[in-house]
């Protein structure tokens, strides 16, 4: 990172640890494809702005720890500056998303005074402060890593204490296998863990009834 905050912000409930948010940038066609298959390109690509804006807003609220935004090109694009400051939004870099998320977690835990680290998306409007609070407090109780499983056999959640590039690697990403497969190197290389509780995330078009239901409103409805 360039940039290092010289000490952590007492007004957050674990001022040790950071929140990393990793997210696409919102073009049309370019967002939520399996989404656009049904309800097309531009009411995908708005459904992605308010899963965006939901997250920003959960952890500007919640004020869990400092947070920053990890992004998939054009760090100045407008939905971004309108949840996070430029100087806390950054270029992902790697190969794959594996690749992606070690190096962020990795640069993160490099900077001074941040003990702890969890990584999430954007797609998963079920987090809550709470949620995110369990996997902070896990990773303070001394566990390895943390994650938050997913439905549909991925993750929404996973968080570390160091960095451990093995847990990213040999991962069938955008697969139901994901979490078997991360829970396989886990225990393989002996890592303490803690799983939390399985929430859905929004991918496919089925997916989409569940935010009418959504506590505060997503600020998106589908079209009957």
Avoid at 178 to 186: D, I, K, N, P, Y
Avoid at 203 to 210: A, H, K, N, Q
Wanted: aromatic content about 6%; proline content about 5%; some cysteine.
């Amino acid at each position: 990172m360039t940039e290092q905050r010289a000490a952590p912000d007492p007004a957050s409930a674990h001022p040790r640890a950071r929140i990393v948010v990793f997210a696409r940038e919102p073009l049309l066609g370019k967002v939520k494809s399996r989404l656009a298959v049904e309800i097309g390109a531009q009411e995908a690509l708005a459904v992605y702005q308010a899963m965006l804006a939901r997250v920003g807003q959960l952890l500007t609220q919640a004020q869990l720890a400092a947070w920053d935004l990890w992004v998939t090109s054009n760090c100045s694009h407008k939905d971004f500056l309108s949840i996070c400051n430029k100087t806390d939004i950054y270029l992902q870099n790697g190969q794959d998303l594996g690749a992606r998320m070690d190096a962020a977690i990795r640069q993160t835990l490099q900077e001074k005074n941040v003990e702890s680290v969890i990584l999430i998306g954007t797609d998963c409007p079920a987090l809550t402060e709470r949620y995110l609070d369990q996997a902070l407090l896990a990773l303070e109780s001394g566990v390895d890593v943390v994650l938050g499983p997913a439905e549909d056999g991925g993750y929404v959640l996973v968080g570390m204490r160091r960095p451990i590039a093995a847990v990213f690697e040999d991962i069938p990403w955008g697969t139901d296998q994901v979490m078997q497969r991360t829970l396989e190197t886990l225990k393989a290389k002996e890592l303490t863990y803690r799983l939390l509780d399985t929430l859905w995330d929004v991918d496919r078009p089925e997916d989409l009834t569940r935010l009418q239901l959504l506590e505060p409103p997503l600020g998106w409805k589908l079209d009957q």
